[in-house]
């Protein structure tokens, strides 16, 4: 079991990992429709156009690289719900992602974004007016005050007379209620355009995309802790004593205090655990059905299995256990994306249905990756030399490879002499073993790009799904949404399209 026990914590560290990786979704995870509430990748900060600076002036293009405006801009906000605020010489305005000005320019003497609305004020009468990115008004008056999370989020508060008005960036009115002598400021937080508003001693929570409220919950300030990829359960954390939690899933609220930590796994289930060595598995009632090893192949909470501490690999289906291997017994441990455990018995691995029958009638040395996302699993005949196989135990590619990881985009693979290619989500290799490093560029949205790095300053810029070498031994700067920067021989700041199109080159920042 010694081996066996070096892997321990494998699965828990992807529940762990998982918090951070949410967080970090923010800016990452975007979609083509930006208001499309069908489109989990969807993301309100993403817009099909966007602005390029050149000395200190910005223009405004779009992912063809067409330039959508003559104007240049002094200033300029991002895109939010598919509107910005620019300046104009003297003047400020609200344009759309066509560029087309939707608060004209002139019209007010003065325009601040406000978490996706905007507040102006009239030059001469010095009236203030709360409005959405279309020109929409919704409210007005000698004195509005404004609050709001950040520049990215896509809500925000107005105090007008008295009263407090919740507005999502459609300018759909999610919440209001009187201002209370004596009660704390609106707190507020974000996570992937779900907002929190807290005021009073009560909670908000709600969807500022759909422009939906998910709770109201009274007490103590609960802010958010993961949101679920599939953006239907929301995990939250009251803010002043940590291990509190409250879920929101089905339009439900759930109090979580059976364990120290939450988080969910990459199939959206939730699970808890207190510690390295244990997780606890949750009944659809998110309570704790039972505590098993966190070395385990994991469907859900009544199908998995799980290495014991005597040496034992136990299968459980419906919540019972079906097969037991004792002979020298080890186990895969994973998200089971395909139903298909990795179970060695006697020293050999084969894979196994749920019901503990036998699914792949092959031997393997090793099965180092249960099936992934992309439904291959890495699998090896002989020491250090692995290959991806299918779901029904058919080779994908040639050859093997020292080393074979999955990202976000298809695999990496490494040779013998540490040399690296980049395969698709299909599993087959689409470069030579060239590179000293590749990257999954995850901004690219809905374009599986990739880097190879010769060295330093020389990459090559790689379109995965075609297949095709967008650009070879380039200096690559930054990638965005729809488009990417190289710096060029001059020192000069390049934007390509991810047709590999050069649509601008900057004189100067």
């Avoid at 002094?74 to 010489?89: L, N, P, Q, R, V």
């Avoid at 109201?216 to 940590?242: A, H, M, Q, W």
């Avoid at 990756?369 to 135990?393: C, K, P, Q």
Wanted: no cysteine; glycine share 10%.
């Amino acid at each position: 079991m010694a081996e066996k026990k070096s892997k321990r914590g494998l699965f828990i560290g992807l529940a762990i990992g998982a918090v951070a990786l949410v967080g970090g979704m923010v800016g990452i995870i975007v979609g083509l429709n930006q208001t499309d509430p069908t489109n989990p990748k969807a993301n309100l900060t993403y817009s099909k156009a966007f602005f390029v600076s050149n000395d200190g002036k910005y223009t405004l293009w779009n992912n063809e690289g067409k330039r959508l405006t003559e104007d240049e801009y002094s200033y300029k906000s991002d895109f939010i719900g598919g509107h910005a605020y620019a300046k104009k010489g003297d003047q400020v305005g609200v344009i759309d992602e066509n560029g087309q000005a939707t608060i004209e320019f002139g019209k007010f003497g003065s325009i601040s974004q406000k978490g996706g609305l905007f507040l102006a004020q009239d030059g001469n009468t010095k009236t203030y007016y709360f409005l959405t990115g279309a020109g929409k008004e919704l409210l007005h008056g000698e004195q509005i005050d404004v609050y709001y999370y950040n520049l990215s989020s896509a809500f925000a508060v107005a105090k007008l007379d008295g009263k407090l008005y919740l507005y999502n960036y459609a300018g759909k009115l999610l919440y209001e209620t009187d201002v209370v002598d004596g009660a704390k400021d609106v707190k507020f937080d974000n996570s992937y355009d779900f907002g929190a508003f807290y005021y009073n001693d009560k909670n908000i929570i709600f969807d500022a995309r759909n422009g939906e409220i998910l709770a109201t919950i009274d007490g103590p300030r609960y802010t958010f802790e993961e949101i679920s990829t599939n953006r239907e359960k929301v995990l939250l954390e009251n803010y002043n004593e940590s291990g509190k939690y409250k879920l929101i899933a089905g339009g439900k609220i759930y109090d979580l205090d059976e364990t120290k930590y939450y988080s969910f796994t990459a199939l959206n289930d939730l699970v808890g655990y207190d510690n390295f060595s244990e997780i606890a598995l949750l009944n659809d009632d998110y309570k704790v059905a039972r505590r098993v090893s966190t070395y385990l192949a994991l469907k859900d909470y009544n199908n998995f299995a799980t290495a014991n501490d005597n040496g034992d690999v136990e299968i459980y289906q419906n919540g019972r256990v079906i097969k037991t291997f004792t002979d020298d017994a080890d186990i895969t441990s994973g998200i089971l994306y395909e139903d298909l455990y990795g179970i060695s018995n006697g020293g050999s691995y084969k894979f196994y249905h749920l019901d503990g029958s036998v699914a792949i009638n092959h031997d393997y040395k090793e099965i180092k990756t249960l099936f992934d996302e992309h439904h291959h699993a890495v699998v090896s005949d002989e020491v250090n030399e692995y290959y991806l196989i299918d779901n029904n135990g058919n080779r994908i590619g040639e050859g093997t490879a020292r080393q074979i990881s999955v990202k976000g985009g298809g695999y990496e693979f490494r040779n013998i002499d540490s040399k690296y290619a980049i395969g698709n989500k299909s599993g087959e290799r689409i470069t030579d073993y060239k590179y000293n490093s590749t990257y999954y560029r995850s901004a690219a949205v809905d374009r599986n790009i990739w880097t190879g790095r010769n060295d330093v300053e020389s990459y090559d810029v790689i379109d995965a799904d075609k297949k095709k070498v967008i650009l070879e031994n380039v200096n690559v700067q930054s990638f965005y949404a729809d488009y990417f920067t190289v710096k060029n021989s001059e020192g000069k700041t390049e934007y390509y399209t991810y047709d590999g199109v050069l649509f601008f080159t900057a004189t100067k920042w």
